[in-house]
């Protein structure tokens, strides 16, 4: 079996692989998971290195290229932008990526804007919000967005959009006011 101290690091992310192998192991991961993120961010380090670049090159477009070579070489396991998320959250947590790269499209925002939701709001510990995005993506890979990232929520949309489709009270007819007229015309 596999250890994380046994995987052999080169390039130019060699400062952040002992960090990154503990905070693996911290998260939860077993032995041989950490030594697959480990071999994944080894082999971008090598990739960052001979392109003379390092951790504060990595863009979206940086890490699909480097996903695209990937593919090329036939690797057939961790081809997803999602599979260097472990290592993206890692140097976010040291100050060394601002933000999240939008290395997918509008299903990796949504599943992003999901995942933030369940750990922020919903208060979900970050291994089980990894794994309820992770049960979601099929559903939401390749469909077409119903609704156009706004500041008001969905449900907000739908509902004033159903107020505009009600009757206001001064179109309804006026039954009311014939029954009373009927009354009113009473033989006397």
């Known amino acids: 079996m596999s250890h994380p101290t046994q995987v052999l690091f080169t390039g130019s992310l060699i400062s952040f692989a002992q960090g990154f192998a503990q905070e693996l192991i911290k998260q939860g991961y077993r032995p041989h998971a950490a030594t697959h993120q480990l071999r994944l961010v080894a082999h971008l380090s090598r990739w960052l290195d001979a392109r003379r670049m390092d951790a504060e090159d990595i863009t979206p477009a940086v890490l699909n290229k480097f996903l695209a070579v990937r593919r090329a070489q036939g690797y057939t396991l961790w081809l997803s932008p999602q599979a260097l998320m472990p290592f993206l959250d890692y140097l976010r947590s040291h100050g060394l990526m601002m933000s999240s790269?939008?290395?997918?499209?509008?299903?990796?925002?949504?599943?992003?804007?999901?995942?933030?939701?369940?750990?922020?709001?919903?208060?979900?510990?970050?291994?089980?919000?990894?794994?309820?995005?992770?049960?979601?993506?099929?559903?939401?890979?390749?469909?077409?967005?119903?609704?156009?990232?706004?500041?008001?929520?969905?449900?907000?949309?739908?509902?004033?959009?159903?107020?505009?489709?009600?009757?206001?009270?001064?179109?309804?007819?006026?039954?009311?006011?014939?029954?009373?007229?009927?009354?009113?015309?009473?033989?006397?």
């Open 101 to 188: 790269p939008k290395v997918g499209g509008p299903s990796d925002e949504l599943l992003t804007r999901y995942g933030r939701y369940l750990l922020h709001q919903r208060g979900l510990a970050e291994s089980s919000t990894r794994e309820y995005v992770k049960l979601v993506r099929p559903f939401v890979a390749n469909r077409r967005l119903p609704f156009p990232r706004t500041t008001s929520s969905p449900a907000r949309q739908s509902t004033s959009s159903r107020r505009s489709l009600r009757t206001s009270p001064a179109r309804m007819p006026r039954r009311t006011s014939s029954i009373s007229i009927a009354k009113s015309r009473r033989p006397a």
